[in-house]
């Protein structure tokens, strides 16, 4: 029999700031209820949403606790009415809408994925925040498809890196942009077709070098701001725009009339304010599309570094300092 305390270790901000918010603090372990599990966090993923929400920029949604935390991976140890047994004791990784950054996270049952032998634990916890926004944005918003050309800004995020990767997997080619030489050679070196150092070229006459002047067929795009019309540019005759961030600025210009004479598509989408049935679903379509991949060792997410969930300060100022490849991650024990 698990025994599971009544309080835990936590990173929960009181105000808004910069990292030296994130100091450890006590909170109660939180319940699970129906059809939810409570798992023992052994490592959670940090993303860029992290970042924003700890500048009071990106708040939880109504009802999610402010311990922020998009993914986590432990052991499940306690259960809420309507989960199935045999979830007991499971090792899991969960994508969860707040509450990673704790030695204790509660997860609707339908949205965790049993971590396969071929997975660490810090890697399971890497997964799902990535792996849910990539799959749903590019393959089923931007309806991504074999053959087809794809274009990625910044390739060495944990989003690009991902993106990078299931394009191998799906037998698509990938173009990603990101901002050094040493960048441009990690990407490639993941398996990136081409890779654009977008500091010191045009990425937009690059995307039409390298493609014969055919173009991309979809953008996955968090930059927003004045790269909207750029990646225009950089789109073939019926391309997909896809739009998951604005880090670059929340508004842009964009040529109407092109859109109409090429019949482009310009969509987006978050996902952390979707409601459960929608993550479920998706969870659904991984486990039977992708997950049997990650089982065979065939996808695997990068792991840029670990630290310690006392430490979080420290891994949100290595992410802000753009300097990662791949994941960061932070472990309880």
Known sequence: MTRVPQLMTAIDPEVPGGPEVLVPVERPVPQPGAGEVLIRVAAAGVNRPDVVQRLGAYPPPPGVTTIPGLEVAGEVVAMGAGV??????????????GGGYAEYAVAPAGQCLTVPDALTVVEAAAMPETLFTVWTNLFERGYATEGETVLVHGGTSGIGTMAISLCKLFGLKVIVTAGSDDKVAACLAHGADHAINYRTEDFVARVKDVTEGRGVHVVLDMVGGDYVARNIRCMADDGRHVSIAAQGGMQA???????MRRRLTLTGSTLRARDVAFKALVADELERNVWPHVSAGKLRPVIDRTFPLAEAAEAHRHMESGAHMGKIVLVTA
Do not use: G, S, W, Y
């Not at 199935?84 to 809408?97: D, G, I, S």
């Not at 210009?253 to 859109?259: A, D, G, K």
């Open 253 to 259: 210009t964009v040529p109407v009339f092109e859109i």
């Open 84 to 97: 199935p047994p045999e979830m007991m004791h499971q090792r899991v990784c969960a994508l969860v809408a």
